[in-house]
């Protein structure tokens, strides 16, 4: 089970406190919410380390995100929900495109 969200870089608004789940296309909708538990900060192998057992990738994907990085980011998943109906994404974001890594809405 996953229980971790993998990033190259992490939001600095310390208030933030749910994350939107977006899925790419060929869904491109937001698909459902978590709540923001730990942030860990690490090496990315410290990371592999420290989430393995509830990452929810491969060790090789993981390696292949974070190739040549010397920090990588996990965002512990709280309560997660998925919803009964996928939110069209320029519902929530005008012009409806989505963002690289994140963004606050």
Known sequence: EKKYEFRKSIFKNKNVDTVLIYATMPIGKVVGEFEVGDILALSPSELWDKTKRHAGI?????NDYFHQRDKAFAISVKSPIRYSYPIDLNEIVPGGSAPQSFRYV
């Open 58 to 62: 491969t060790r090789a994907f993981f």
